[in-house]
């Protein structure tokens, strides 16, 4: 091939490369999270989001509404789902299906958005980012809030980032910030941020256009649910502030049937795994702040403006969301899912800054750098211990390391228990941690080299401009070196799995299937069949005990017998469950080891009949199937 090819061939690239890498990204991202709708199993928050929406679409009971459902989350994070299920038929595959779309636009929008403040490279890299990272796939591929939410706030930056932005789009970015509260009130701080980066950059009339839109949608909304959406609030607010709001509250003697003991432990695993998952975005903030340009280095006072939106959008929302997971005991893991909302915000700040970063800093900086990038390995080997730790101990290394002759191979696991008397949950810290730590050093040393011949080369070229110091190479590596090691934790901790070759989707639609053939239209259901209702969507006309849909979530347990009030707030207990037990018409149960009691009474009850129990909604375990039983007509 001559020069004169291979030039045409590199402009080629240079020209269409970024779209093509783009393309593949995308399409390599498609082809995951298709697999991972057909293969994850439904989880509680999903079989809610789906079924409630679908009921409060349909008109069988609205949201808020006494002896209703609970609505625990703001309406458009059920009623947008509803929409879905209502249009396309009720069912797992319509809501998964729906989360790809939205993730798929969403991608669109971190493409322009990366475009715009990076350039068609930048565009490239974060398409090809999240297609790399199963975990983020992963949660965007369920139909729950994170993927909705995500989506609409990447395109509300869409429409507001930039200093050339339209009047419609500062009204419709402000009209997409309000849906986002209306979707999860945890996202508030939005609006108030939204309002002073548009009054900080195009002035007093665009913020007053933008306050109009973004309180418009969101009075509009509570007003047609008042006063009975004030139960989200009562649920948020402390208690010694709004005591007016306790007509929509429990009483403090209640306890919910989910209330684990907590640890310290539980919380610093939760912290360490949502840093692992969410790691470019987080270190890419961090490093960012640390090595923010200097004032004189922003030529565009625009893209100074966007940086420093995007800080405080990521600071404020991932400082309130720790304060929720691990300040609270109600779901301390759910902190990487939280985080999820809002992170590739720390993304988009890194395509802003780096080309701007601090080459040089002080001696003691640098010394800051070193021993937290040695904190920071440390932290996140013993932080992915869940995943990896089992894999690791299975290691096998040469037996003379026990002083044996024979050179044959023992496991790591075997080793450290009879060489160190290290076992249990203490090897399986240890030896991540080790792992971490190992991973430190080896960057610390890499970026010293690279660095040393870097400044050689700039001396040899006699280049005017001083080769950048060894934190700038330092935090660049350690970047670049997390962002390729974090999804390989989850591909790590997954290669041994035994893939299971048939659609979750398609196990859900059979159980519902089932379902609808045996049980009658209008008929009164209780359910005890696991997190997930979804299959009891495919019942015409069903009626079920809408606590229920949130489980051991919404079980009221101990304190004043008020059941009455439990039961007008969306709640239940014992005594309601007693009820029901005594009057529903069918009662669904899992056959799962836990339930054999349940199961066992009740088919020795002279109550009830057990019919043929659904296909296994899980297609991997035969036992996953939801028995029957009827009750026999006196």
């Not at 395109?155 to 932005?165: K, Q, S, T, Y």
């Not at 999860?184 to 950059?201: A, D, H, Q, S, T």
Request: charged share 15%; with cysteine; net charge neutral.
């Amino acid at each position: 091939m001559n020069r004169e090819s291979l030039t045409r061939i590199k402009n080629i690239f240079k020209e269409w490369g970024a779209l093509a890498l783009s393309i593949a990204g995308g399409a390599l991202y498609l082809v995951q999270a298709v697999n991972f709708a057909h293969s994850l199993d439904s989880i509680l928050d999903e079989g809610a989001y789906l079924f409630k929406g679908y009921l409060f679409i349909i008109g069988q009971y609205t949201p808020y509404q006494p002896y209703g459902p609970w609505t625990n989350k703001m309406p458009l994070s059920f009623l947008l789902q509803g929409v879905v299920q209502y249009l396309f038929g009720p069912g797992l595959g319509a809501g998964r299906y729906f989360s790809i779309f939205l993730a798929m636009l969403m991608l669109l929008g971190l493409w322009l958005l990366a475009r715009r403040l990076g350039g068609k490279w930048w565009a490239a890299g974060i398409v090809l980012f999240f297609a790399i990272n199963p975990d983020l796939i992963y949660v965007y591929s369920l139909a729950v809030s994170q993927v909705l939410v995500a989506c609409m706030l990447v395109w509300m930056l869409v429409l507001v980032i930039g200093a050339d932005r339209k009047t419609w789009q500062i009204a419709a970015g402000s009209v997409l910030a309000s849906l986002i509260v209306l979707t999860r009130i945890n996202m508030g701080f939005i609006l108030p941020l939204l309002v002073l980066y548009i009054y900080w950059e195009y002035g007093k009339r665009t913020a007053v256009i933008s306050i109009f839109f973004c309180i418009t949608p969101f009075v509009i909304v509570n007003w047609i649910y008042w006063p009975e959406i004030l139960s989200r609030y009562a649920f948020i607010v402390p208690r010694s502030l709004t005591p007016f709001l306790d007509p929509w509250r429990t009483s403090v003697s209640y306890q919910p049937l989910w209330n684990p003991d907590i640890y310290p432990i539980n919380r610093l695993l939760s912290l360490l795994q949502t840093t692992r998952i969410h790691f470019t975005a987080v270190l890419g903030a961090i490093i960012t702040w640390i090595l923010w340009p200097r004032r004189e280095d922003w030529e565009n006072k625009s893209e100074y403006r966007s940086a420093v939106f995007l800080s405080l959008l990521f600071i404020s929302l991932l400082a309130f969301h720790l304060w929720v997971a691990l300040g609270n005991d109600f779901c301390i893991y759910c902190l990487s899912g939280y985080t999820s909302f809002f992170s590739f915000t720390g993304l988009l700040l890194v395509i802003i800054t780096l080309p701007k970063w601090r080459q040089h800093i002080p001696a003691w900086k640098l010394v800051v750098l070193i021993i937290s990038v040695l904190l920071f390995a440390i932290v996140s080997g013993f932080g992915a211990f869940p995943e990896i730790s089992n894999q690791l101990l299975e290691l096998r290394i040469p037996e003379t390391l026990l002083d044996f002759p024979e050179l044959e191979l023992i496991t790591l696991k075997k080793f450290l228990k009879v060489e160190h008397k290290i076992e249990g949950r203490e090897a399986r810290q240890l030896v991540p941690t080790i792992v971490g730590i190992a991973i430190g050093l080896i960057i610390l040393i890499s970026s010293h080299e690279f660095w040393s011949r870097y400044k050689i080369r700039a001396t040899r070229n006699n280049k005017s401009q001083p080769a950048p110091g060894y934190g700038y190479w330092l935090m660049i590596i350690f970047l670049i070196t997390g962002t390729l090691l974090a999804p390989m934790f989850y591909f790590y901790n997954t290669q041994n799995e035994r893939p299971c070759d048939h659609s979750v989707i398609a196990a859900y639609d059979a159980a519902g299937e089932h379902l609808a053939r045996i049980i009658p239209p209008g008929s009164q259901v209780y359910w005890n069949a696991g997190d997930s209702m979804i299959p009891l969507m495919h019942v015409a006309d069903v009626k079920i005990y809408p606590a229920q849909l949130n489980g051991a979530y919404s079980y009221k347990t101990e304190g004043e017998s008020d059941t009455e009030l439990i039961l007008r707030l969306g709640y239940w207990n014992s005594i309601l469950k007693e009820r029901w037990l005594g009057e529903a018409d069918y009662i669904l149960v899992m056959g799962i080891p836990e339930k054999e009691e349940f199961l066992a009474n009740l088919v020795a009850s002279n109550e009830f009949i057990e019919l043929e129990s659904t296909p296994p909604i899980d297609p991997c375990n035969n036992t996953a199937r939801i028995h029957i039983f009827k009750r026999i007509q006196r």
